[in-house]
């Protein structure tokens, strides 16, 4: 029994759509001033051994760190436990899979089938078979309400008709004197006059009969509802009515109340409302899950005391979350989040500022990403034909990952996007899968049985079943030479579905760089994810790439990420003001009100002094135009002291090529985000390293073993050279064709490729 420290372990999980990663550290007994890592590696799904993939590593982890036998099932003791992370794609696959929780909308009178008509956008606009996703509530009720806003934002002279307020900023000074009013009220018509977060003046046309409310909403719940999402017009400036309605909701006993004010009080009502019946649909199912997980610990875990372990989760901002903050939709990329944070803080250097791409090549999907000095955040994403309004990495995700089913159909080589998953798994898997990538690689000798984990089987003891992979690609390519003139070699056809998969995996990454004007070969290629290693080499060929980086824990970057990541907290108003230098000061006022709040709210975690950072921005757009751009103004834009004008103009140039120089400037958010550091400093970059690095090329006879491995122009190698990562020093050079592997990774090398060791990296340079 090996004597651990309480409260001394850090354990992070990410349960991917084939493989559960954790990464865990604790203080080295040999050397308490010093961490030793556990990395285990187990699949997502084995119900015949272990109900929850998470909660089977982390017991794993503890008999490792421990020394003691823990029976599977047993209830964990978490004193030893500093801090669990998780990622997780619960809530992803649930909206994919549309096995959401069932929930009811209740929405203002007369906007009944809103959400279903959307916003007329047609992506497959020359489809004759049209079909749209069908919405993800269940039911419908129409709440008799309504508000609407004062005067016109399209009139030239809003800013003069304005209803004119006091300075107590609640009652009116004069009313509004523009088109429509009604020449004796303050406004255009009866109802009373209040002043919305924005600052916009709201007329309440009608007040909802909360007494019909509760009784539609007992009939809700009495039909076997428990979730709920609550949209209205113009709450995300008035939410008193939603707030009312939801606070009813919850009397009568739902157990989900999405409010859409509460989630983003964002202007547009349609992604406003979507977003709310994802959150309704999405977190009923995802506390279902962290259920389970926590009743696999002691209650210690849930109870949120300081001297308890901590539970942390990585948002789809690339924050941490703690329990009370995480919900269904700010889950969504909850899992690829983690991997851009990952290889975003090991690669990014701060002197030399090289951009970076993100290639996470996973066993269901390829998600990529960039990087150049922040994280790139979009506010409004599609998924799976659900338009949500939330803030996410920018990650575009392609079906081709390890896991990608290989088809022939129609003359056409298919790579996904049909996946094998992990039950049954691709054929070597041993559980009877479809042809997958895994299988074509493991036949190209990119894959080696006796070094890859022997985790398949009944038994879970079983090595890769390369037979079951040629069998089923001879049977392939009897088909494929059948409808071809040439005779083609098993070899040749293998290689032809990589070949077709790299090129599907390419595609996102052009559409991140060269579709926004940046030249991808000036970038450096991050690859990660369990079979990133084995891709990377061709793809950055295909790209132009000449610098690829590739962390040790390269096959379970998404989890080690989560031990980098930063505790996150945000606030968000509506606003409907023009940038002008007399609004400036007001604007820098409210900024400065929820700065005060969100550093409240993180001391509240834990966090405060120079641990916390904070970025204030506004979301602006030029009057007349329908897309707002969230600023954050640096050191160059124009006075230096927060000039969101001057930042603005730079970014709007840079999204669009023009600027709009005739028109105003409209603020629609005021936004602060706070992040609480959870490590100083995270060492020497790799660029600096291999600079200063000297060079020892490794000789053949330091090789592990040879394989035979088939490469792109140059065919079948017999004699490649297999290194093992762990007997291989900081320094040591070696050149390709070659194949170096560890526990959890297998990273090909392409003939002409130069690989050097850094303490951290793999760092490859491709020839010309």
Same mark, same amino acid.
């Given at each position: 029994m090996i004597e651990v420290p309480d409260r001394s372990i850090r354990i992070c999980a990410d349960r991917g759509g084939t493989f559960c990663d954790v990464h865990a550290s604790y203080p080295d007994p040999g050397n308490p001033n010093e961490r030793k890592d556990i990395i285990v590696k187990l699949l997502s799904q084995d119900t015949a051994n272990y109900g929850d993939a998470p909660t089977e590593g982390i017991r794993r982890v503890l008999e490792i760190a421990t020394g003691e036998t823990i029976p599977r099932g047993s209830v964990l003791d978490t004193s030893k436990i500093d801090y669990i992370r998780l990622s997780t794609t619960v809530a992803t696959n649930a909206l994919l899979e549309r096995k959401g929780h069932r929930h009811a909308l209740l929405i203002t009178k007369g906007f009944k089938d809103l959400l279903l008509i959307g916003n007329q956008s047609r992506p497959r606009i020359f489809d004759l078979n049209i079909r749209r996703p069908s919405p993800l509530y269940s039911e419908v009720v129409e709440v008799d309400e309504r508000v609407t806003l004062v005067g016109y934002t399209s009139d030239p002279k809003s800013e003069d008709n304005a209803i004119q307020w006091n300075d107590d900023g609640s009652s009116i000074q004069r009313g509004y004197r523009g088109p429509g009013w009604d020449g004796e009220g303050d406004a255009e018509g009866p109802g009373d006059i209040v002043r919305g977060i924005s600052g916009e003046a709201v007329r309440i046309l009608k007040r909802p009969d909360l007494n019909l409310v509760r009784h539609n909403l007992q009939r809700l719940y009495d039909n076997g509802y428990r979730s709920l999402a609550i949209v209205l017009v113009h709450s995300y400036t008035f939410p008193e009515h939603e707030i009312q309605i939801g606070k009813l909701?919850?009397?009568?006993?739902? $157990?989900?109340?999405?409010?859409? %004010?509460?989630l983003l009080p964002m202007i547009k009502m349609v992604p406003r409302g979507v977003s709310s019946t994802a959150d309704a649909y999405l977190t009923p199912i995802l506390r279902e899950y962290l259920d389970g997980f926590f009743y696999g610990f002691d209650a210690k875990l849930k109870d949120g005391r300081i001297k308890s372990p901590r539970v942390e989760f990585m948002g789809s901002d690339g924050g941490l979350l703690d329990l009370n903050n995480f919900s269904g939709l700010k889950s969504i990329l909850s899992g690829p989040a983690g991997g851009v944070v990952g290889y975003a803080l090991t690669s990014w250097d701060a002197d030399r500022k090289y951009p970076i791409i993100g290639l996470d090549v996973g066993g269901t999907s390829t998600d990529v990403s960039r990087f150049d000095g922040r994280y790139e955040v979009v506010y409004e994403t599609t998924?799976?034909?659900?338009?949500?309004?939330s803030p996410q990495l920018d990650i575009n995700t392609v079906a081709a990952g390890g896991g990608s089913c290989l088809t022939f159909r129609n003359g056409l080589f298919l790579a996904g996007p049909e996946s094998a998953g992990a039950q049954p798994g691709p054929a070597c898997y041993r559980k009877g899968g479809p042809l997958a990538v895994t299988d074509a690689n493991l036949l190209l000798g990119r894959l080696i049985p006796d070094y890859f984990p022997k985790i398949f089987g009944k038994s879970e003891k079983e090595p890769l079943d390369s037979e079951a992979s040629r069998v089923a690609f001879e049977k392939v390519a009897k088909e494929i030479n059948e409808s071809h003139e040439i005779n083609l070699d098993l070899d040749d056809i293998v290689y032809g579905f990589i070949k077709v998969a790299n090129e599907t995996m390419c595609r996102p990454i052009r559409a991140l760089t060269e579709a926004r004007g940046y030249s991808t070969g000036k970038h450096v290629l991050a690859s990660f994810g369990g079979a990133g290693g084995q891709h990377a080499c061709e793809i950055a060929s295909l790209l132009g790439i000449k610098t690829i980086l590739i962390h040790r824990y390269s096959s379970i970057l998404s989890a080690y990420g989560l031990a980098l990541?930063? +505790?996150?907290?945000?606030?968000?108003?509506?606003?409907?003001?023009?940038?002008?230098?007399?609004?400036?000061?007001?604007?820098?006022?409210?900024?400065?009100?929820?700065?005060?709040?969100?550093?409240?709210?993180?001391?509240?975690?834990?966090?405060?002094?120079?641990?916390?950072?904070?970025?204030?921005?506004?979301?602006?757009?030029?009057?007349? $135009?329908?897309? @707002? &751009?969230?600023?954050?103004?640096? *050191?160059?834009?124009?006075? %230096?002291?927060?000039?969101?004008?001057?930042?603005? +103009?730079? =970014?709007?140039?840079?999204?669009?090529?023009?600027?709009?120089?005739?028109?105003?400037?409209?603020?629609?958010?005021?936004?602060?985000?706070?992040?609480?550091? $959870?490590?100083?400093? &995270?060492?020497?970059?790799?660029?600096?390293?291999?600079?200063?690095?000297?060079? %020892?090329?490794?000789?053949?006879? #330091?090789?592990?073993?040879?394989?035979?491995?088939?490469?792109?122009?140059?065919?079948?190698?017999?004699?490649?050279?297999?290194?093992?990562?762990?007997?291989?020093?900081?320094?040591?050079? /070696?050149?390709?064709? @070659?194949?170096?592997?560890?526990? $959890? #990774?297998?990273? =090909?090398? /392409?003939?002409?490729?130069?690989?050097?060791?850094? %303490?951290?990296?793999?760092?490859?340079?491709?020839? *010309?």
């Amino acid at each position: 029994m090996i004597e651990v420290p309480d409260r001394s372990i850090r354990i992070c999980a990410d349960r991917g759509g084939t493989f559960c990663d954790v990464h865990a550290s604790y203080p080295d007994p040999g050397n308490p001033n010093e961490r030793k890592d556990i990395i285990v590696k187990l699949l997502s799904q084995d119900t015949a051994n272990y109900g929850d993939a998470p909660t089977e590593g982390i017991r794993r982890v503890l008999e490792i760190a421990t020394g003691e036998t823990i029976p599977r099932g047993s209830v964990l003791d978490t004193s030893k436990i500093d801090y669990i992370r998780l990622s997780t794609t619960v809530a992803t696959n649930a909206l994919l899979e549309r096995k959401g929780h069932r929930h009811a909308l209740l929405i203002t009178k007369g906007f009944k089938d809103l959400l279903l008509i959307g916003n007329q956008s047609r992506p497959r606009i020359f489809d004759l078979n049209i079909r749209r996703p069908s919405p993800l509530y269940s039911e419908v009720v129409e709440v008799d309400e309504r508000v609407t806003l004062v005067g016109y934002t399209s009139d030239p002279k809003s800013e003069d008709n304005a209803i004119q307020w006091n300075d107590d900023g609640s009652s009116i000074q004069r009313g509004y004197r523009g088109p429509g009013w009604d020449g004796e009220g303050d406004a255009e018509g009866p109802g009373d006059i209040v002043r919305g977060i924005s600052g916009e003046a709201v007329r309440i046309l009608k007040r909802p009969d909360l007494n019909l409310v509760r009784h539609n909403l007992q009939r809700l719940y009495d039909n076997g509802y428990r979730s709920l999402a609550i949209v209205l017009v113009h709450s995300y400036t008035f939410p008193e009515h939603e707030i009312q309605i939801g606070k009813l909701a919850r009397e009568v006993g739902f $157990t989900q109340v999405s409010e859409s %004010s509460q989630l983003l009080p964002m202007i547009k009502m349609v992604p406003r409302g979507v977003s709310s019946t994802a959150d309704a649909y999405l977190t009923p199912i995802l506390r279902e899950y962290l259920d389970g997980f926590f009743y696999g610990f002691d209650a210690k875990l849930k109870d949120g005391r300081i001297k308890s372990p901590r539970v942390e989760f990585m948002g789809s901002d690339g924050g941490l979350l703690d329990l009370n903050n995480f919900s269904g939709l700010k889950s969504i990329l909850s899992g690829p989040a983690g991997g851009v944070v990952g290889y975003a803080l090991t690669s990014w250097d701060a002197d030399r500022k090289y951009p970076i791409i993100g290639l996470d090549v996973g066993g269901t999907s390829t998600d990529v990403s960039r990087f150049d000095g922040r994280y790139e955040v979009v506010y409004e994403t599609t998924t799976a034909g659900v338009t949500i309004q939330s803030p996410q990495l920018d990650i575009n995700t392609v079906a081709a990952g390890g896991g990608s089913c290989l088809t022939f159909r129609n003359g056409l080589f298919l790579a996904g996007p049909e996946s094998a998953g992990a039950q049954p798994g691709p054929a070597c898997y041993r559980k009877g899968g479809p042809l997958a990538v895994t299988d074509a690689n493991l036949l190209l000798g990119r894959l080696i049985p006796d070094y890859f984990p022997k985790i398949f089987g009944k038994s879970e003891k079983e090595p890769l079943d390369s037979e079951a992979s040629r069998v089923a690609f001879e049977k392939v390519a009897k088909e494929i030479n059948e409808s071809h003139e040439i005779n083609l070699d098993l070899d040749d056809i293998v290689y032809g579905f990589i070949k077709v998969a790299n090129e599907t995996m390419c595609r996102p990454i052009r559409a991140l760089t060269e579709a926004r004007g940046y030249s991808t070969g000036k970038h450096v290629l991050a690859s990660f994810g369990g079979a990133g290693g084995q891709h990377a080499c061709e793809i950055a060929s295909l790209l132009g790439i000449k610098t690829i980086l590739i962390h040790r824990y390269s096959s379970i970057l998404s989890a080690y990420g989560l031990a980098l990541a930063d +505790r996150a907290y945000e606030l968000q108003e509506p606003s409907s003001t023009f940038y002008s230098a007399q609004t400036r000061q007001y604007l820098i006022v409210r900024l400065d009100r929820l700065t005060s709040d969100v550093k409240a709210e993180l001391k509240r975690q834990g966090f405060e002094g120079d641990r916390v950072r904070v970025e204030r921005m506004l979301n602006m757009r030029f009057e007349g $135009t329908d897309t @707002a &751009l969230m600023v954050l103004p640096n *050191e160059n834009d124009g006075d %230096s002291a927060e000039d969101f004008e001057a930042a603005f +103009r730079r =970014v709007y140039k840079a999204e669009f090529g023009f600027l709009l120089d005739t028109k105003s400037i409209i603020v629609d958010d005021v936004k602060v985000r706070g992040i609480g550091k $959870t490590f100083d400093y &995270l060492g020497e970059s790799v660029y600096s390293e291999v600079e200063r690095l000297e060079r %020892s090329p490794v000789t053949r006879s #330091q090789a592990d073993s040879t394989y035979s491995v088939y490469f792109d122009k140059v065919g079948r190698v017999a004699d490649t050279p297999v290194f093992l990562l762990d007997n291989l020093g900081v320094g040591d050079e /070696v050149t390709g064709p @070659a194949m170096i592997i560890d526990n $959890t #990774q297998t990273i =090909v090398i /392409v003939p002409g490729a130069r690989v050097v060791l850094t %303490s951290k990296h793999l760092y490859i340079t491709l020839g *010309e």
